[in-house]
Nanobody
Framework: QVQFVESGGGLVQPGGSLRLSCAAS????????MGWYRQAPGKEREWVAH????????YADSVKGRFTMSRDNAKNTVVYLQMSSLKPEDTAVYYC????????WGQGTQVTVSS
């Protein structure tokens, strides 16, 4: 089964930026839509953004205009989430997965927005 490895998280001040990466163990991005999700402490995991096999993107209202999802068209195994104007409420563990998601998750990458 395909596996996902997220990276790029860290501690950033409000208003700062981070770029997350997700590497899949198989080249599936040309076939399936891929999504970014996040889970804040004490909250349910939520959808953040997704990119279709055709390259179209959609974003949750809470991140629209601040986050940009893209993929590496040469590799077909890497997707990115460029996050700007970060807010404390963006603090969460971020995961990538197929969209809609599969029944399992990678370890995620922690993003902490704090001064």
């Amino acid at each position: 089964q395909v596996q996902f490895v997220e990276s790029g998280g860290g501690l950033v001040q409000p208003g700062g930026s981070l770029r997350l990466s997700c590497a899949a163990s198989e080249s599936i991005f040309r076939i399936f839509a891929m999504g970014w999700y996040r889970q804040a402490p004490g909250k349910e995991r939520e959808w953040v953004a997704h990119i279709t096999s055709g390259g179209g993107t959609n974003y949750a209202d809470s991140v629209k205009g601040r986050f940009t999802m893209s993929r590496d068209n040469a590799k077909n195994t890497v997707v990115y989430l460029q996050m700007s104007s970060l807010k404390p409420e963006d603090t969460a563990v971020y995961y990538c997965n197929k969209f809609p998601e599969l029944g399992y998750w990678g370890q995620g990458t922690q993003v902490t927005v704090s001064s």
